[in-house]
């Protein structure tokens, strides 16, 4: 999917699809723009993707949580080359301070603070096994 065929969708669309608003859509990508021209000015290899559809490329990974290969394949470009592209993303947006979140300290003297909580996933903490839980194993399965 790559962001010449998002240009027909309006609105709510193109909110549900890439989960923000055309505007913000719009001023990420002024950043964006700032951001390869400090990069380019030392040099080095032009990238595949504009940048539309490197934004795209990221907003696709944080609103999907799909893998770096499974973006790839959309956007024909390598695993790796997908990584790239939505580290630099998220490493211009945030260093612009424009959508940075506000620290903690801010957030616990609001006085109207509204917190988010992410929940995911963790791995399950089992025990693991001692050498003598395994030779016990051992023998008990041979008699």
């Given at each position: 999917?790559?962001?010449?065929?998002?240009?027909?969708?309006?609105g709510?669309?193109?909110?549900?699809?890439?989960?923000?608003?055309?505007?913000?859509?719009e001023?990420?990508?002024?950043?964006?723009?700032?951001?390869?021209?400090?990069?380019?000015?030392?040099g080095?290899?032009?990238?595949?993707l504009?940048?539309?559809?490197?934004?795209?490329?990221?907003?696709?990974?944080?609103?999907e949580?799909?893998?770096?290969?499974h973006i790839?394949?959309?956007?024909?470009?390598?695993e790796?080359?997908?990584?790239?592209?939505?580290?630099?993303v998220?490493?211009?947006?945030?260093?612009?301070?424009?959508f940075?979140?506000?620290?903690?300290?801010?957030?616990?003297?609001?006085?109207?603070?509204?917190?988010?909580?992410?929940?995911s996933?963790?791995?399950?903490?089992?025990?693991?096994?001692?050498?003598?839980?395994?030779?016990?194993?051992?023998?008990s399965?041979?008699r």
């Amino acid at each position: 999917m790559y962001f010449e065929e998002l240009t027909a969708l309006q609105g709510k669309e193109f909110r549900r699809l890439t989960g923000v608003k055309r505007p913000t859509f719009e001023r990420m990508l002024e950043i964006l723009k700032a951001g390869e021209l400090l990069q380019k000015a030392r040099g080095g290899r032009p990238n595949h993707l504009s940048l539309e559809n490197r934004l795209l490329m990221a907003l696709c990974y944080w609103r999907e949580y799909r893998t770096y290969f499974h973006i790839g394949v959309d956007f024909n470009v390598s695993e790796s080359a997908c990584y790239r592209n939505v580290v630099w993303v998220e490493k211009c947006l945030v260093e612009s301070k424009v959508f940075a979140l506000p620290g903690r300290g801010k957030l616990q003297n609001a006085e109207n603070a509204e917190i988010l909580i992410d929940v995911s996933e963790s791995p399950i903490e089992r025990p693991q096994k001692s050498r003598s839980v395994i030779i016990r194993e051992r023998k008990s399965a041979t008699r």
